[in-house]
């Protein structure tokens, strides 16, 4: 239960930036609320990253090696939800984190995979390509997109299926061709809510589950910056704010700085 939008890096008229990610997180609301995010060592690549309490792992990571990480559930139909066994899904990215492109990614992902049953969308972008990973049981389904034009994917305890027609056409909508400020664009689709249909909205809310949070993440040349919100979008929320230097910069290990 989740929705993800990654806009490509711009350097056209007055706008200057790189690549940039939003997440908004959906989770039960008996689920123990996730960490802020903080700045972690893992081998000899630093990354920041917010923790589930319960399991341990992640939803959402960026490191010094300037690539940014995301995790969604896959949700066939509404029955295939509770499925069990394995491990967690929030173990895949600290495990791949320390990869230094996305090449590495792919090829660490099969191992990494192997103990996960549940089925995943790992969906990892350096800026400028993205690599999109379905897996499920050790068997694990790549593809590479262009980072050129904006981009999206969701999920939903409902059923995938249930909600992606909406989600798709407020995506189509929002980011149409007239749209000039594509981050504004981008924040105000994460805070979308369907009138009548709550549970089906990207900020979305029903009885047993709601967006618990909202993460951004912004890619530059020299250092990349997250934004992480712990309550949903409609709350208005003070963020933490944490910025990594990337690799090869005097100061990498010490980057981070939390407001």
Not at 78 to 91: I, K, L, P, Q, Y
Not at 201 to 222: H, K, N, P, Y
Request: glycine share 8%; aromatic share 6%.
């Amino acid at each position: 239960m989740c929705t993800l939008t990654i806009l490509p890096p711009s350097d056209t008229g007055s706008t200057n930036r790189g690549a940039r990610l939003v997440f908004n997180r959906d989770e039960q609301r008996t689920r123990t609320p996730g960490t802020a995010p903080s700045l972690e060592q893992h081998g000899e690549c630093w990354a920041l990253l917010p923790r589930d309490p319960e399991g341990g792992g992640t939803w959402i990571a960026a490191s010094d090696q300037g690539i940014a990480f995301s995790l969604l559930n896959v949700n066939p139909t509404e029955s295939s939800v509770g499925a069990a066994g394995g491990v967690s899904r929030g173990s895949i990215i600290p495990e791949l984190i320390s990869a230094n492109s996305l090449r590495e990614v792919e090829s660490r992902l099969p191992e990494v995979a192997l103990p996960v049953k549940r089925p995943f969308r790992l969906v990892v972008t350096d800026g400028s390509s993205i690599l999109e990973t379905i897996g499920a049981s050790g068997l694990v389904e790549c593809r590479y997109h262009p980072l050129d034009h904006p981009f999206m994917r969701s999920s939903s305890g409902l059923g995938d299926a249930v909600v992606a027609p909406m989600r798709i056409k407020a995506f189509e909508r929002t980011f149409s061709p007239e749209i000039v400020d594509q981050v504004a664009a981008q924040d105000m689709f994460h805070r979308l809510r369907f009138p009548d249909q709550d549970e089906c909205s990207i900020d979305m809310s029903r009885e047993d589950a709601f967006t618990v949070s909202w993460t951004v993440i912004e890619l530059g040349t020299q250092m990349l910056r997250m934004i992480h919100y712990s309550a949903p979008p409609r709350d208005q929320s003070l963020p933490v704010v944490l910025q990594l230097n990337l690799s090869g910069r005097p100061d990498s290990p010490t980057g981070a700085i939390a407001q």
